[in-house]
T-cell receptor
């Protein structure tokens, strides 16, 4: 069966510091991978998606970036965090129509 | 642009009191409509995919239905453990991204 991991689970970072969130998927090959941000525990905003290694599409211009160095690894990064980057970050994978989500990372920028 | 509107924003029920959640959507061509359940501090959990008007899916106390403009999530005789936020999303035929609604926060009191 497929499993998706995200770490860390929670993170508190000062404004201006760098960020690296990691997502890995097990039990499937060549998945589409997605990064979402969820503010206030409601709707999800798609940030990036990837259909293969090194292929990244950005949905919203911002100070975040994403990379896919391996087939089942997706990384969300920032060189300098802003207060507005606080939120709940979710990684998801799909091979057909449905997307399956990881447990999320709660990021607080102070 | 795809749009998804969920109503009500919040719903409070007594245990055993059946009700329905609504998801209205606008999409150029529907590839699929998806329902998710999200518990506080966790990633969304996939529930159903609906592809065409008239289709229905059931899982325990939940039944999802689809028309050309909206979907309903019917909850029959709910229990307190059904309390969660229910998210609706659509995928259009020409893309891989999901567009999410803001969700309905359901509380079932014992």
């Amino acid at each position: 069966s497929q499993t998706i991991h995200q770490w860390p689970a929670t993170l508190v970072q000062p404004v201006g510091s760098p960020l690296s969130l990691e997502c890995t998927v097990e039990g499937t090959s060549n998945p589409n991978l997605y990064w979402y941000r969820q503010a206030a525990g409601r709707g999800l905003q798609l940030l990036f998606y990837s259909v293969g290694i090194g292929q990244i599409s950005s949905e919203v211009p911002q100070n975040l970036s994403a990379s896919r160095p391996q087939d089942r690894q997706f990384i969300l990064s920032s060189k300098k965090l802003l207060l507005s980057d606080s939120g709940f970050y979710l990684c998801a994978w799909s091979t057909r129509d449905e997307q399956f989500f990881g447990p999320g990372t709660r990021l607080t920028v102070l | 642009e795809d749009q998804v509107t969920q109503s009500p924003e919040a719903l409070r029920l007594q245990e055993g009191e059946s009700s329905s959640l609504n998801c209205s959507y606008t999409v150029s061509g529907l590839r699929g409509l998806f329902w998710y359940r999200q518990d506080p501090g966790k990633g969304p959990e996939f529930l159903f995919t609906l592809y065409s008007a008239g289709e229905e899916k059931e899982k325990e106390r939940l039944k999802a239905t689809l028309t050309k403009k909206e979907s309903f999530l019917h909850i029959t005789a709910p229990k307190p453990e059904d309390s969660a936020t229910y998210l609706c999303a659509v995928r259009e035929t020409s893309g891989s991204r999901l567009t999410f609604g803001e969700g309905t926060q359901l509380t079932v009191n014992p």
